[in-house]
């Protein structure tokens, strides 16, 4: 990833080894391997060395994959206009592998498709090592980089830029891992109309719709576009109808909105509810969030506002935000924000470490808020106990891990629970004294 180290040391050798072990497909040695090459393939070739490639994502779209499986695209290709459809299903012991052979440093590039460029309809697919998407117009994979309709995939340590959503993650859609990816400028407006209406819709690094989700060490930059109804739009992570999802361990700036959740009161043609278990059960830990141009860490919503209309969108239960350091510099920039009658059924937050301009917190029924700190806004409306209102003394100089603490933090042993095992450098979180880091660094003393 550029700029900033997310993981470090035997935890980084770890994850490496781990999914290299995947991807050479272990529990199924004689599995077929396919190759792909966009300059010297051929589509009528065998498919099966280096030297008989295919040359389409079109041909190779048709491969039959069996559990273990693997097919490679060769590094230094690109192929625009081609959708790679994985169809088929691996299973937990064998999954199809999709990743890159060859010498070249370029990741291959899968670009140009107007729904998705890698749609996997399948279950126990993982995607290594690919570039998704170009950042303009004729490469651009207009709605979804990464379409997830298929259970248990993973999609791990691609490039992913250009699109509407980054990866869309679809309802029904479960246990999709999107680990230790780089997400840059996914600032495509599906929906862009001068219309009033609210409509406008777009620019998501990751979209969630489905449930159970593990969304974690990724870096997430550049999810903002202009927008006729907001201004700006734009989320690293939206969940919107999805459930159970756990989103940790991110570093995102420049987004406008790091993450909103909503459900939907509408219903489907046939009659049925669009989302019919509600959105609940999201968890949001010891991730970064930064950048001049972000306006708020969360969004989300309870029922609805005395005296108003139902909430469209609401309500969503049991949103947690813990150990999560934001700092947030533009003039509108607030914290966490949960309107619409929102209450601790709908919204707990402890132990995170919040810097804005505007507000800090809102939800004025919300009592379930504590051990965090609070600096720099103008409004603070929220209840809870045991939270510090002072300068966090933030390490601004750190580029290789920014919003990490300096000696005197009042952040430092602020918190008393223990939710996680490593903070966002990937550094072991002791906790055996009781006391734990509020954010999402745990200070190296």
Same mark, same amino acid.
């Given at each position: 990833m550029s700029g900033w180290n997310l993981r470090t040391g035997a935890t980084a050798a770890a994850l490496a080894l781990a999914a290299t072990t995947l991807a050479t497909g272990t529990a199924s040695a004689a599995a077929d391997v396919y190759y792909v090459d966009s300059v010297n393939g051929n589509d009528s070739a065998a498919g099966t060395t280096e030297s008989t490639a295919w040359k389409t994502l079109t041909r190779a779209s048709t491969a039959e994959l069996a559990p273990g499986s693997k097919l490679l695209l060769k590094r230094g290709s690109t192929w625009n206009g081609q959708q790679l459809s994985i169809t088929e299903s691996g299973d937990d012991n064998a999954p199809i592998v999709v990743d890159t052979y060859g010498t070249s440093t370029a990741k291959p590039i899968v670009a140009g498709d107007s729904e998705a460029c890698v749609s996997l309809?399948?279950?126990?697919?993982?995607?290594?090592?690919?570039?998704?998407?170009?950042?303009?117009?004729?490469?651009?994979?207009?709605?979804?980089?990464?379409? *997830?309709? %298929?259970?248990?995939?993973? +999609?791990?340590? =691609?490039? #992913?830029? !250009?699109?509407? $959503?980054?990866?869309?993650?679809?309802?029904?859609?479960?246990?999709?891992?999107?680990?230790?990816?780089?997400?840059?400028?996914?600032?495509?407006?599906?929906?862009?109309?001068?219309?009033?209406?609210?409509?406008?819709?777009?620019?998501?690094?990751?979209? *969630?719709? %489905?449930?159970?989700?593990? +969304?974690?060490? =990724?870096? #997430?930059? !550049?999810?903002? $576009?202009?927008?006729?109804?907001?201004?700006?739009?734009?989320?690293?992570?939206?969940?919107?109808?999805?459930?159970?999802?756990?989103?940790?361990?991110?570093?995102?700036?420049?987004?406008?909105?790091?993450?909103?959740?909503?459900?939907?009161?509408?219903?489907?043609?046939?009659?049925?509810?669009?989302?019919?278990?509600?959105?609940?059960?999201?968890?949001?830990?010891?991730?970064?969030?930064?950048?001049?141009?972000?306006?708020?860490?969360?969004?989300?919503?309870?029922?609805?506002?005395?005296?108003?209309?139902?909430?469209?969108?609401?309500?969503?239960?049991?949103?947690?935000?813990?150990n999560n350091s934001v700092r947030l510099t533009h003039t509108d920039s607030e914290g966490v924000v949960c309107d619409a009658g929102c209450t601790n059924a709908h919204l707990s937050m402890s132990q995170n470490v919040i810097q804005v301009v505007k507000k800090t917190a809102y939800g004025p029924n919300v009592t379930d808020s504590h051990h965090n700190v609070f600096f720099g806004a103008q409004q603070h409306q929220m209840g809870g106990s045991n939270n510090v209102t002072a300068d966090p003394r933030f390490d601004l100089t750190n580029t290789e891990h920014p919003l990490s603490l300096r000696a005197g933090s009042p952040a430092i042993d602020l918190g008393v629970t223990k939710f996680s095992d490593e903070d966002v450098t990937g550094r072991a979180i002791d906790g055996s004294d009781g006391a734990v880091d509020a954010g999402a660094y745990e200070y190296d003393k």
């Open positions: 309809e399948g279950s126990w697919i993982h995607v290594y090592n690919l570039q998704v998407g170009l950042p303009q117009d004729n490469g651009r994979c207009e709605w979804a980089g990464v379409k *997830v309709t %298929g259970n248990d995939n993973v +999609i791990e340590r =691609n490039y #992913i830029t !250009g699109a509407a $959503a980054g990866v869309f993650i679809a309802p029904k859609a479960q246990n999709t891992a999107v680990t230790a990816n780089e997400f840059v400028d996914n600032n495509h407006m599906s929906k862009l109309t001068e219309e009033p209406g609210n409509d406008d819709s777009g620019a998501f690094a990751i979209l *969630v719709q %489905g449930d159970s989700s593990d +969304i974690g060490w =990724n870096e #997430i930059r !550049g999810s903002i $576009a202009f927008s006729y109804d907001y201004e700006m739009d734009g989320a690293a992570v939206e969940i919107f109808l999805g459930s159970d999802n756990y989103v940790h361990h991110n570093i995102a700036v420049d987004n406008d909105t790091f993450t909103e959740l909503g459900t939907s009161k509408e219903v489907n043609q046939d009659g049925s509810p669009a989302d019919p278990d509600g959105t609940s059960g999201n968890v949001f830990e010891y991730n970064v969030i930064a950048g001049p141009k972000t306006r708020a860490a969360m969004v989300t919503r309870g029922p609805q506002e005395p005296g108003n209309e139902p909430d469209p969108n609401g309500p969503v239960f049991s949103t947690a935000f813990r």
